[in-house]
């Protein structure tokens, strides 16, 4: 089956500067990558995803960049501001035949601080 | 906005009683789904459901059963509740294509005792 491997598992910044969390997977059959975030004490929120036919998408300061050869993507995001601190999680679909499943990584704590 | 609706937030339970975990969607969402989040873990799929009364086994699905008997509805079952199962429990619901993003309640924190 599908298995995503997530680094860093914590990043500290500092305000205004960028964080980079990467992501590989291993079944090149998955093709689509979203990216949640979750705060303290609430579910996982979709924040970002891309799906394989696109190498990057940006959502104001936040993008994705997807290689497929080399089956890794990765979150950028820039200008990080205090309330971008959460725990982020990528994910890839996977071959499920019957479902959308999804395969996430082991989740990055971001902090950025003051 | 879809709504996914986890009916408790913490709960607390006796090793050996049978466990009921439940979750609705408003989005007549095809597919629904059942996590456990545990630290340094991430998410691990237990059961998910692509229909009324079907399911099928995710990754860590010993120990747990699940039912769907309309289509907004999924419950987790733990049959005989043990410490291990100490954790926290998301649900998810989806459209059925492949390749559409999940949608998560705010999770139910089980601790068994």
């Known amino acids: 089956g599908e298995n995503v491997e997530q680094h860093p598992s914590t990043l500290s910044v500092q305000e205004g500067d960028s964080a980079v969390i990467k992501c590989t997977y291993s079944?090149?059959?998955?093709?689509?990558f979203p990216w949640y975030k979750q705060e303290l004490g609430k579910g996982p929120q979709l924040i970002i995803d891309?799906?394989?036919?696109?190498g990057e998408k940006k959502d104001q300061r936040i993008a994705v960049t997807l290689n497929k050869t080399a089956k890794h993507f990765s979150l950028h995001i820039t200008e990080t501001q205090p309330e971008d601190s959460a725990v982020y999680f990528c994910?890839?679909?996977?071959?499920?035949?019957?479902?959308?499943?999804?395969?996430f990584g082991t989740g990055t704590r971001l902090q950025v601080t003051l | 906005d879809v709504k996914v609706t986890q009916s408790s937030r913490y709960l607390v339970k006796r090793t050996g009683e049978k466990v009921f975990l439940e979750c609705v969607q408003d989005?007549?969402?095809?597919?629904m789904f059942w996590y456990r989040q545990d630290p340094g873990l991430g998410l691990r799929l237990i059961y998910f459901?692509?229909?009324?009364?079907?399911?099928e086994k995710g990754d860590i699905p010993e120990g747990y059963s699940v039912s769907r008997e309309k289509k907004e509805r999924f419950s987790l079952i733990l049959e005989s509740a043990s410490t291990n199962q100490t954790s926290m429990y998301l649900c998810?619901?989806?459209?059925?294509?492949?390749?559409?993003?999940?949608?998560f309640g705010d999770g139910t924190r089980l601790s068994i005792l």
């Open positions: 998810a619901s989806s459209l059925f294509p492949r390749g559409q993003p999940q949608h």
């Open positions: 079944d090149s059959a998955s093709n689509y």
């Open positions: 989005m007549d969402h095809e597919n």
């Open positions: 891309i799906r394989s036919n696109v």
């Open positions: 994910a890839a679909s996977g071959v499920a035949g019957t479902a959308s499943k999804l395969t």
């Open positions: 459901s692509y229909d009324v009364k079907m399911k």
